[in-house]
């Protein structure tokens, strides 16, 4: 017990620390705790109530509960993205073979990241695409959310076109609206689609376009 002192002592405890004290030092960081939470908890209340989300957790404790308790948080994965994916594709039967393949290489991107598991918060991962895709890195709270919820994926086929001379250009994102374009020209193996979004990534991250 001795080896809490420090701890103990902080909790505002004055007398003898032993075995025979031993239910007087539990009240005294009983005490302590629910002093100190109480008043915090108070605070976190009026916080939430301004949004009325005290509502939302009343009516859906099931779904608010990852956000409150530690590990019951459901993490962003790969298929969480891909399955929210809404391609809007051409009626060219050969520039849909090309959208199609860089649909392919989106998804193994996102299981390259998966499995890579990165230790460093600065490192690519799947939430880190959601959070670029979307302005946020996790999953929607309520069930009806995640039902509607989109990431339209579309395609550029003219960006020589429209900036002739240039030898490349990088996906564009609109997190307000769930959109990302893909520069088909740029994007013929994976090396290049992986290359073009680890850039895209890094420098882009900040709601600017590179």
Same mark, same amino acid.
């Given at each position: 017990?001795?080896?809490?002192? =420090?701890?103990?002592?902080?909790?505002?405890? +004055?007398?003898?620390?032993?075995?025979?004290?031993?239910?007087?030092?539990?009240?005294?960081?009983?005490?302590?705790?629910?002093?100190?939470?109480?008043?915090? &908890? %108070?605070?976190?209340?009026?916080?939430? $109530?301004?949004? =009325?989300?005290?509502?939302?957790?009343?009516?859906?404790?099931? *779904?608010?509960?990852?956000?409150?308790?530690?590990?019951?948080?459901?993490?962003? $994965?790969?298929?969480?993205?891909?399955?929210?994916?809404?391609?809007?594709?051409?009626?060219?039967?050969?520039?849909? &073979? +090309?959208?199609?393949?860089?649909?392919?290489?989106?998804?193994?991107?996102?299981?390259?990241?998966? $499995?890579?598991?990165?230790?460093?918060?600065?490192?690519? %991962?799947?939430?880190?695409?959601?959070?670029?895709? @979307?302005?946020?890195? *996790?999953?929607? &709270?309520?069930? @009806? $959310?995640?039902?509607?919820?989109?990431?339209?994926?579309?395609?550029?086929?003219?960006?020589?076109?429209?900036?002739?001379?240039? +030898?490349?250009?990088?996906?564009?994102?609109?997190?307000?609206?769930?959109?990302? +374009?893909?520069?088909?020209?740029?994007?013929? %193996?994976?090396?290049?689609?992986?290359?073009?979004?680890?850039?895209?990534?890094?420098?882009?991250?900040?709601?600017?376009?590179?």
């Amino acid at each position: 017990m001795t080896s809490f002192t =420090d701890q103990i002592v902080n909790c505002g405890y +004055t007398g003898p620390i032993n075995e025979e004290h031993k239910a007087s030092i539990i009240r005294a960081i009983v005490l302590h705790a629910t002093t100190k939470r109480t008043a915090m &908890l %108070s605070q976190l209340r009026q916080g939430l $109530d301004v949004y =009325d989300f005290l509502k939302v957790i009343k009516g859906n404790p099931a *779904h608010c509960r990852g956000l409150f308790v530690a590990g019951n948080i459901e993490k962003v $994965d790969s298929h969480y993205i891909v399955s929210r994916l809404a391609p809007e594709f051409s009626s060219s039967t050969v520039n849909q &073979l +090309t959208e199609k393949k860089i649909l392919n290489y989106f998804q193994d991107f996102l299981l390259e990241l998966e $499995d890579a598991e990165p230790e460093d918060h600065d490192e690519p %991962s799947v939430p880190g695409v959601m959070q670029w895709l @979307s302005g946020q890195a *996790h999953r929607h &709270l309520l069930l @009806s $959310d995640r039902e509607a919820f989109k990431i339209v994926v579309r395609f550029n086929h003219n960006c020589f076109d429209n900036m002739p001379g240039h +030898t490349i250009c990088f996906p564009v994102v609109s997190a307000c609206t769930q959109t990302v +374009t893909f520069p088909t020209a740029h994007l013929n %193996s994976f090396e290049e689609f992986k290359e073009s979004i680890l850039i895209s990534l890094k420098c882009g991250a900040g709601f600017h376009r590179i």
